[in-house]
């Protein structure tokens, strides 16, 4: 096994900082910065590298010597969790939601990504995905279960908090607000955990509701943030043309590339709250990039289907 991989979690643990210019955005009066997670590691991005540092750690040093992991059919965690199987030389398995996407699964870029990693990947029901931590579900699909280390949806556990606590580091103290995009929860969990008093940490649920409220207070004692779906545009991986729009803008003006899932979200949260005047004035703002940019060829394909405009890349 090559699980000594020695460049990998241990090189490169922050990263950069970059200032975005409101003006273009016609907003004055607050200071924005993005944090490049995305550019931590070329396949495995952004919170994604955060939440499997100690997972891989973890594994290491147990009896199993595969993985197996859950995820949907354009899964930033599937495709991380392949793409870190096959630089340290463990197995990986990928459980995905919907039987029906086996038959399509070559014109998903995702599924071909993870399966070119090497991920073992296994198609079942919606109902049973539903189920899958219940009796003997998953055993239906996996005989040998007990021989893998299972990473939860999401890859949120402890460990994976632990590692996203790390997101931040010493000189981010200047930021008085810190957004990151919330799905499960987990990686806004470690942000909060590595605030300081006077630091308020946003957070965007990508989903309908913030029930995330209840990880949070699970994995963090930390209850100095704000939580909204106000701007999710209708739910999880929902998207319409003013998002590809703001994205597209984004990247013109800014020069960076935002994902449609987590991070457009966040960043069109962020200034509809500076038009809205939720943030201090002349307050400084610090928004995590998350990564998540796989999923972009996969979005464009619905998006041409639907004949709406896409994504540039
Ligand atoms: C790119 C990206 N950003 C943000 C998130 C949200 O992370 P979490 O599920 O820990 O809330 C995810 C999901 O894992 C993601 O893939």
Same mark, same amino acid.
């Given at each position: 096994?090559?699980? =000594?991989?020695?460049?990998?979690?241990?090189?490169?643990?922050?990263?950069?900082?970059?200032?975005?210019?409101?003006?273009?955005?016609?907003?004055?009066?607050?200071?924005?910065?993005?944090?490049?997670?995305? /550019?931590?590691?070329?396949?495995?991005?952004?919170?994604?590298?955060?939440?499997?540092?100690?997972?891989?750690?973890?594994? #290491?040093?147990?009896?199993? /010597?595969?993985? %197996?992991?859950?995820?949907?059919?354009?899964?930033?965690?599937?495709?991380?969790?392949?793409?870190?199987?096959?630089?340290?030389? @463990?197995?990986?398995? +990928?459980? @995905? /939601?919907?039987e029906e996407l086996e038959q399509?699964k070559?014109?998903?870029?995702?599924? !071909?990504?993870?399966? *070119?990693?090497?991920?073992?990947?296994?198609f079942?029901?919606?109902?049973?995905?539903?189920?899958?931590? !219940?009796?003997?579900?998953?055993?239906?699909?996996?005989?040998? %279960?007990?021989?893998?280390?299972?990473?939860?949806?999401? +890859?949120?556990?402890?460990?994976?908090?632990?590692?996203?606590?790390?997101?931040?580091?010493?000189?981010?103290?200047?930021? =008085?607000?810190?957004?990151?995009?919330?799905?499960?929860? *987990?990686?806004?969990?470690? @942000?909060?955990?590595? %605030?300081?008093?006077?630091?308020?940490?946003?957070?965007?649920?990508?989903?309908?509701?913030?029930?995330?409220?209840?990880?949070?207070? #699970?994995?963090?004692?930390?209850? $100095?943030? $704000?939580?909204?779906? #106000?701007?999710?545009?209708? +739910?999880?991986? &929902?998207? =319409?043309?003013? %998002?590809? /729009?703001?994205?597209?803008?984004?990247?013109?003006?800014?020069?960076?590339?935002?994902?449609?899932?987590?991070?457009? &979200?966040?960043?069109?949260?962020?200034?509809?709250?500076?038009?809205?005047?939720?943030?201090?004035?002349?307050?400084?703002?610090?928004?995590?990039?998350?990564?998540?940019?796989?999923?972009?060829?996969?979005?464009?394909?619905?998006?041409?289907? #639907?004949?709406?405009?896409?994504?540039?890349?």
């Amino acid at each position: 096994m090559a699980y =000594d991989n020695p460049n990998f979690f241990h090189t490169k643990s922050s990263s950069i900082n970059e200032e975005i210019s409101l003006e273009p955005f016609s907003i004055s009066g607050y200071s924005l910065f993005m944090k490049r997670e995305d /550019r931590i590691h070329s396949e495995v991005s952004g919170n994604k590298f955060r939440k499997l540092k100690y997972l891989v750690e973890d594994m #290491k040093v147990s009896p199993k /010597r595969a993985i %197996l992991t859950f995820g949907g059919a354009f899964s930033n965690h599937i495709a991380a969790t392949a793409a870190m199987g096959k630089l340290f030389g @463990i197995p990986t398995v +990928g459980v @995905i /939601r919907g039987e029906e996407l086996e038959q399509y699964k070559e014109n998903n870029p995702t599924l !071909q990504y993870a399966s *070119g990693c090497g991920m073992r990947l296994i198609f079942i029901s919606r109902s049973d995905y539903r189920d899958k931590d !219940q009796g003997d579900v998953l055993k239906r699909y996996v005989s040998d %279960l007990h021989e893998y280390y299972i990473i939860p949806e999401g +890859g949120t556990s402890s460990l994976a908090v632990k590692g996203c606590s790390e997101i931040l580091s010493d000189t981010d103290t200047k930021f =008085d607000y810190v957004a990151a995009a919330v799905g499960t929860g *987990g990686t806004f969990a470690g @942000i909060l955990n590595s %605030l300081q008093p006077h630091q308020e940490g946003i957070g965007f649920s990508v989903l309908n509701g913030t029930f995330q409220k209840e990880i949070l207070g #699970k994995f963090s004692n930390n209850t $100095h943030y $704000h939580l909204t779906d #106000k701007y999710n545009f209708g +739910g999880y991986a &929902k998207i =319409d043309s003013e %998002l590809v /729009r703001f994205i597209n803008k984004f990247k013109e003006i800014a020069g960076i590339q935002l994902d449609p899932v987590y991070t457009a &979200k966040m960043m069109y949260g962020i200034m509809n709250l500076m038009k809205e005047g939720y943030f201090r004035k002349n307050s400084r703002i610090l928004a995590i990039h998350t990564g998540g940019l796989q999923g972009i060829e996969g979005m464009n394909l619905r998006l041409k289907s #639907k004949n709406l405009p896409q994504i540039e890349i």
